[in-house]
């Protein structure tokens, strides 16, 4: 059975059927009561065990998002979130703070979600789907019609938090992007920027064995050609001419183990038929690690063919 197909109500409850009664992951201090007390820290959430169980967790946390999102709940939003959170869209990067701004604006209804596909990496949940949406962007309607969104959650206590998430919804064709609406940090927005550059630098000369190595396994990309996974990323980068990346405006947080680097990216693409122009486009890539060993779990790239 193709779990990534059906519909997120039914992966909800196979979520509940995965995890069934199995307690949060959690210790009782030395000497502490077992019984627990009211100012214990709130345990963080359990993994499920198996592929399914990470298909249904992801298109639950998926419903919670899109639900809260398109009842307006700013706190269960913010709740949700990350400290360091950061999206990237069509109009740009947009911080923790700004994205509820964004939200109250876009006033999201009636949200459809299907072709969930969830990966454990490390203690990251990395989650791509299809979404629906009625929603407004700077006063102009969206095309409602299905587009890839993507999202990476790490539990915490109290909960799952999301530390990143892409949407490729956008108008044609696709304005230029918007100036990033998300706190700067100088230090570690160069640092979040030479890591970039140095994952596509690889990509371009071809230098596949340092590229493939730098993919994590379990990781996930969205771009105009759809879903895709790190075989689909090594295939592409084998066959694509690429021009030189040049980054703008980066944005880079850390959440935990997690870099999330957001920016705004300029780079040339042809693979086969298909040419991707030399145009600026936001462009999301969340690394686990640090240094050299730091390996991409999810990536989101906003160009398109004109």
């Known amino acids: 059975m193709n779990l990534s197909r059906l519909p997120v109500a039914v992966l909800v409850a196979s979520f509940a059927a995965a995890v069934g009664t199995v ?41 919670k998002w899109m639900g809260a999102i398109a009842s307006g709940d700013a706190a269960a939003i913010s709740g949700m979130m990350q400290p360091g959170f950061l999206r990237v869209g069509f109009d740009g990067t947009v911080g923790h703070a700004e994205q509820l701004e964004a939200i109250k604006a876009m006033g999201a209804k009636n949200p459809k979600v299907t072709d969930v596909v969830a990966t454990r990496v490390g203690d990251a949940l990395v989650v791509t789907c299809q979404v629906s949406v009625t929603q407004t962007v700077g006063g102009k309607a969206l095309d409602a019609t299905l587009a890839c969104r993507l999202g990476v959650w790490q539990p915490a206590a109290g909960g799952w938090k999301l530390a990143a998430w892409a949407t490729l919804n956008m108008p044609q ?28 630098d690889a ?53 935990g183990p997690l870099t999330v680097v957001a920016c705004t990216l300029t780079m040339g693409q042809k693979i086969g038929w298909t040419t991707l122009p030399a145009d600026p486009a936001p462009f999301l890539c969340v690394f686990a690690g640090e240094g050299d060993a730091a390996k991409v779990i999810a990536m989101a790239n906003t160009n398109r063919p004109k």
């Open 23 to 63: 307690p949060l992951a959690s210790a009782t201090p030395c000497g502490a009561d077992a019984r627990g007390s009211s100012d214990q820290a709130p345990a963080a959430p359990a993994w499920p065990a198996d592929a399914a169980g990470l298909t249904a967790l992801g298109a639950d946390l998926l419903s």
């Open 173 to 200: 064709p696709r304005p230029a992007p918007g100036a990033p609406r998300a706190a700067a940090g100088e230090a570690m927005g160069a640092q979040g920027a030479a890591m970039v550059k140095r994952f596509l």
């Open 203 to 255: 990509q371009r000369a071809k230098d596949l064995a340092p590229f493939d190595a730098m993919l994590a396994d379990g990781m996930q990309v969205v771009n105009f050609k759809g879903q895709k996974q790190k075989a689909d990323l090594e295939k592409g980068a084998s066959h694509a001419t690429t021009t030189e990346p040049v980054i703008a405006d980066a944005r880079a947080t850390k959440c």
